[in-house]
């Protein structure tokens, strides 16, 4: 285990030795000044390289500082090339989600910190070895959208002697009349190249794969074509109807008015939560002309940097089947909305395509014989989880499980303890792949280790990056206040509440109300 001191921001407010001395049972457990660090990485992996490991946990900044900054994953490569498999790696958020938001507060914060490592530990126990393949990236390009950031991205692939797609709904190309002397050039060298191929006025009819290896089918007045791609740039401008149209096919998010959007605007212009997906936002502002001819070319470095490599690895995220438990009954067929779930009518048994599973777990909570869990987030971490967040006794009092979906959830807690907002210390956090992911059997087995409430922080309605899974989980929730009323439990001790990532500390002040409320509801009842 390694405990990063984030260069003073971590270590100011929790005892990172101490902690250290709780854990020396482990094989390694050291303490860097920041993970993020040239030196403190090969320090890392040094040390590593004299202890036998199987599993790693990152105890310091949060998992999307791996995730969603430019190379950011940069020692997690390093690590899978050691042999650590990418689901035995966790992350325990000191640093957003302890340390900026519980300041001056060291010894509470360094045992709420313990908690968090504690979790992050259950998870690489219970998860299981996940299954990485390589594929071998075509050597195409599928650009929808004929606008101009489109034909820009078409122009740099063409001339790297990539075969481009350029689909749109339209039967015509998009209108470049205010720049229509600036691009003419421009639009003739892609239209006229012969590695270019215009199939205008089309529908997608399906979308499945991966970086390097996406198929698509397209169909139009020549009939249905499949094509395969190695990369997808989406260049839809201000197209909204298109835009919700391919939002069941292309896994990536959408910003505040429903349009698809980038990792980070500042650090990650093009590039989405696909690695093979860049997008080319819309934009009204001034310097329009500018702003799409730079995103354009943006998108062709993005990606080529990813598919001029020979072989691509792809970390498996897949929903397993157990075949003992499955009765082929077909829900798990209507709860996908990427098609990852057929039946296997001669087995008579669920089967998932790896190629179109996103991991979020909606058919595992579906699934009536319990016959689906996650390789990366299996049920048992879950209900480890809330056990060792149910033992802490914080010094408000009231305990409240905050769930967080990883799209928006999590995000919006960071972004609380990145702008120096607080909240109690008896609010409880842990991550789920998507509101989908939440069974109400965690519910349960939270009331009954103590929690006070839970708070389950989800996308806003039609922002959900796997499409129904917040609204899944409020049918679900609604459904299950009648068992709470059952069971003595007031349905009011669960609610569900929508955060955007980008609002400021919406996410903390709905948990502080909430928490406030429970505390007054305690004393009314005493």
């Known amino acids: 285990m390694s405990l990063s001191r984030c260069g003073g921001l971590i270590s100011e407010t929790i005892d990172l030795h101490s902690l250290a001395s709780q854990y020396a049972h482990l094989a390694m457990v050291k303490v860097y000044d920041d993970i993020f660090a040239a030196p403190d990485i090969e320090a890392l992996l040094a040390d590593l390289s004299t202890a036998e490991v199987e599993a790693v946990v990152l105890a310091g900044d949060s998992q999307r500082r791996f995730q969603y900054t430019r190379k950011g994953m940069l020692l997690i490569e390093h690590l899978a090339e050691r042999g650590i498999n990418f689901n035995r790696i966790a992350f325990a958020n000191l640093r957003e989600q302890v340390a900026l938001c519980h300041r001056g507060r060291r010894e509470e914060t360094t045992q709420k910190a313990k908690l968090l490592i504690d979790v992050a530990i259950?998870?690489?126990?219970?998860?299981?070895?996940?299954?990485?393949?390589?594929?071998?990236?075509?050597?195409?390009?599928?650009?929808?959208?004929?606008?101009?950031?489109?034909?820009?991205?078409?122009?740099?692939?063409?001339?790297?002697?990539?075969?481009?797609?350029?689909?749109?709904?339209?039967?015509?190309?998009?209108?470049?009349?205010?720049?229509?002397?600036?691009?003419?050039?421009?639009?003739t060298a892609?239209?006229?190249?012969?590695?270019?191929?215009?199939?205008?006025?089309?529908?997608?009819?399906?979308?499945?794969?991966?970086?390097?290896?996406?198929?698509?089918?397209v169909a139009n007045e020549q009939g249905p074509q499949g094509l395969a791609v190695g990369g997808v740039v989406v260049a839809l401008g201000g197209d909204k109807g298109w835009t919700d149209q391919l939002r069941g096919f292309l896994h990536i998010d959408v910003d505040a008015v429903g349009f698809f959007t980038v990792k980070d605007e500042l650090t990650l212009p093009v590039q989405t939560i696909d690695e093979g997906i860049c997008v080319i936002p819309r934009y009204e502002g001034d310097n329009a002309l500018h702003y799409q001819l730079t995103r354009g070319d943006l998108a062709v470095l993005a990606l080529t940097q990813v598919l001029e490599h020979p072989q691509i690895k792809h970390e498996v995220r897949i929903s397993k089947v157990d075949p003992d438990l499955c009765g082929a009954c077909g829900t798990c067929v209507k709860t996908c909305p990427f098609k990852a779930s057929t039946i296997d009518a001669l087995r008579k048994i669920s089967v998932v395509d790896p190629r179109r599973c996103k991991g979020c777990g909606n058919c595992v909570v579906a699934c009536p014989t319990g016959a689906r869990d996650l390789a990366a987030f299996p049920n048992d971490y879950f209900l480890r989880a809330i056990d060792i967040l149910g033992q802490y006794e914080p010094p408000e009092g009231i305990k409240v499980l905050l769930l967080l979906c990883e799209g928006c959830g999590y995000a919006g807690l960071d972004f609380v303890g990145m702008r120096g907002f607080t909240y109690p210390l008896g609010i409880l956090p842990l991550g789920v792949p998507c509101g989908g992911r939440v069974d109400t059997q965690y519910l349960l087995e939270a009331y009954h280790k103590g929690f006070d409430g839970i708070l389950i922080c989800r996308c806003e309605d039609g922002h959900c990056r796997n499409i129904v899974g917040n609204v899944d989980l409020d049918r679900r929730a609604n459904l299950f206040r009648e068992v709470l009323r059952s069971r003595g439990i007031e349905p009011e001790r669960l609610q569900i509440f929508s955060v955007a990532h980008c609002q400021s500390n919406a996410c903390a002040q709905t948990a502080a109300q909430f928490a406030e409320k429970l505390k007054q509801v305690r004393i009314l009842k005493k």
Do not use: M, N
């Open 190 to 217: 892609v239209e006229t190249h012969p590695q270019a191929s215009f199939l205008l006025g089309s529908t997608i009819l399906d979308f499945s794969g991966w970086c390097g290896d996406y198929s698509v089918q």
């Open 122 to 187: 259950a998870k690489v126990e219970c998860s299981a070895r996940g299954e990485v393949v390589e594929v071998a990236p075509h050597r195409s390009i599928l650009i929808l959208g004929s606008t101009l950031g489109g034909l820009v991205a078409a122009q740099g692939f063409l001339e790297r002697g990539y075969h481009v797609y350029l689909v749109d709904r339209t039967d015509q190309l998009r209108t470049i009349s205010p720049w229509e002397e600036e691009v003419q050039a421009l639009l």
